[in-house]
């Protein structure tokens, strides 16, 4: 077969025509494989080498070669509408289809449905496959949701408590999802991720019917699969956040508006509205849909004036449907600004920019933001150094970006642009990362598409010969981009995910199993008290009340008196050999067990001891353990509170108030991106803030303040006396032994 039995010529009049045009096509074709090739080792060098340089250079190759088969393909669109013979049709990369889409399915209804149920299958799979152990554990923010939604009444709570200032503020909505399964599963880590898998398969559907309204029905198809294998989406629905909301209703409101924009029909522009007074329930970052919404009903206002002068009335019931949603919440927030506020005025850049003098805070978090993609995602907890969109995914979003840009006249286009530009200026605005920007997951998702997509129907313009082959290829290639996914995050070689504490969830369990009474003394360094205190909780009482004391420091538990008429049980992070023995030789009738990491490794997490009621025979129950060197480092403390005390009242007297945490408490500048004492760190230098045994979890210092006054915490290895120390608002800090407290002014 010869070049020109593949181009379908039939005269010998073309022979030149077809020669451009074949080259044009192979230029065309090339340039878009060397840009995919140049961009996966641009990939390569950012994820794996961590060259940033080098990476972007890379890419801003890729981006250049990948342009030029854009014009090429533009120059061969011309040819089409010039009538040469062999030239790509108008349906291709060079001119998308027409800006109102027909959104009936292209093909019968019943293998669409096949196709649909197929495509969303696959994100159930990815979703339920082994969630009783992928994750390893629960997230504490995950614990702190379900622990408040023990106290939650299903939809009641939606008008009577929309909104909860603890804990830096949080909409409960959520919560009322994870309530809900609360009653058919009980109080365990299965409710709140089944609440966040249910919301994560919602979404699936929802994204595939807006992504039907953008383009048609085979880009929906591939829309939706490569959400459905997005590890982002995946690990987001599992974790238990309440962010995963945002993505849901940002397809919810978009899909409702395009179709109420290209049918005019009102019941789709209350629902509409409904859906943006919902997103507002949903997490902070779903503040800005409602804004997203506006410019684009604005762009569609300019772009059709009659929608404005002929349909007034269906604009105003957005409004009306906005109005009813939001109704609870807003009157919450009404009168409690201050608290529905407090999380995003403490993060706010201006307070950055104003700490740091200079406008560096912005321009670094415009570069995190772009970054966050393709490098690093900046996250607490998930995602810290990995990229949000993993291979093959994160080049297709970036040629797909590159290709939205050029088309952003039309209405799809200019719609994913503004979603995904606005949605970042969240992260922007306060700290850019995948928590902040998971609204970004919509557009970014339906951009990848878009290049699959697009590329897929140039080249069956092109070589309609090899159609058929052409299809089995774009099936091959979301296959393995699902391979990809699953490789990564549920693969037996699968990367280690931070943030879901495997310990802590083994020994919350442990505590929940005890069998019998006992009093529970837990020790370890880093054990995140809400999701010990949710695993443990056995249905009874005030949920945010743990069924044990915690400490920082295994030498406390050598202080602590057995129970007379309930066992005992000591459980100390491994680690703490000396503190192990000293309670066998108090305790010698002591029984002794081991609590296991999940995995096949026998690697000890905790050593438990049960001791019998009263201590058994034998118990020296009046042993005290001295810590070596304990009293100098109190001493230390001391000094270091009095000398940042003093340092917050002069800066209180400079400023007019103290470093504001709207009354929570805070450690004292371990994280220097949120934690407010951390003003005062050029000042005082960093060691001020370090605790003498250097290990700001076991000890350190706290700090709260509502701006008039403050207090400053540190816990102690000796004895505190009565008037040195208090009772902190945190539950958490309160349980802590020997705290000494200062307050000012």
Known sequence: MNLRTILGSTTEGDTFAISRIALSKLVVVGSVAVSIAIGVFAQRQLVDQRDESQGLILWAVAICIFLIGLVQATYLAKDERNGIAGAATADSFAAPVAPVMPWTAAIPWLNEALLFSGVVGVGVLFRFYRLGDIPPGLNHDAAWNGLHALRTTPVVDFFTHPYVPEAWGRETLFHQIIATYQWIVGPTQLAIQLAGVTVGILTLGVFYFFARRLFDTRFAMIATFLLSVSGWHMTMSKTGWRMILVPLFAALVFYFLLKAVQERKMRDFFLA??????????YDAGRIIPIVAGVYLLYEIVRDPSLLLRQYRHLALVVVGFVIAFAPLG????????????????????????????????????????????????????????????????VFFTLGLVYGITRIRHRQYFLLMIMIVLMLLVGIASKPNGNRGIGTIIPTTALAAIFLYESWRWLEASYPRYRELLSIGLVGVLL?????????????????????????TRVGRYMHDLPGEYQIFAAAGNWPRDAL???????????????????????????????????????????????????????????????????????????????PPGGGEGAQTDAVFVATGGEERDDQRREALATIGAALTEYGERTGRFPDTADNVQTACVYVDLDALCVLQDELGLDIFIDPLGDPGRYGYWYSSNGLTFTIYSAFEGEVTAGETCTPTDAALAQRANLYCLRGP
């Open 273 to 282: 509205g409904i859906a943006l007074g919902l997103s507002l329930n949903s």
């Open 533 to 611: 205190t949710y695993i443990s909780y056995q249905g009874e009482g005030d949920p945010f009340q743990p069924r044990y004391e915690y400490t920082n420091n295994a030498s406390d538990l050598l202080g602590k008196p057995p129970a007379e008429n309930v066992g005992t049980a000591f459980i100390i992070e491994a680690g703490n050999d000396d503190v192990v023995a000293a309670l066998q030789e108090r305790f010698p009738a002591a029984t002794m067990e081991e609590i296991y990491y999940p995995d096949d490794t026998q690697n000890v997490i905790a050593y438990v001891l049960l001791v």
């Open 480 to 504: 393995y981009t699902g391979y990809t996914t699953f490789d990564s995050y549920l693969g037996p070689d699968r990367r280690d995910q931070w943030g879901f504490y495997p310990e802590t």
């Open 331 to 394: 009157w919450y927030a009404l009168n409690n600004w201050h608290d529905f506020t407090g999380r995003g005025n403490f993060l706010w850049i201006g307070n950055q920019i104003d700490e740091a003098g200079s406008w560096e805070p912005l321009w670094t978090n415009i570069k995190n933001a772009l970054l966050m993609f393709n490098f690093s995602a900046n996250g607490d907890d998930f995602f810290v150094r990995e990229p949000l969109l993993d291979l093959p995914v994160s």
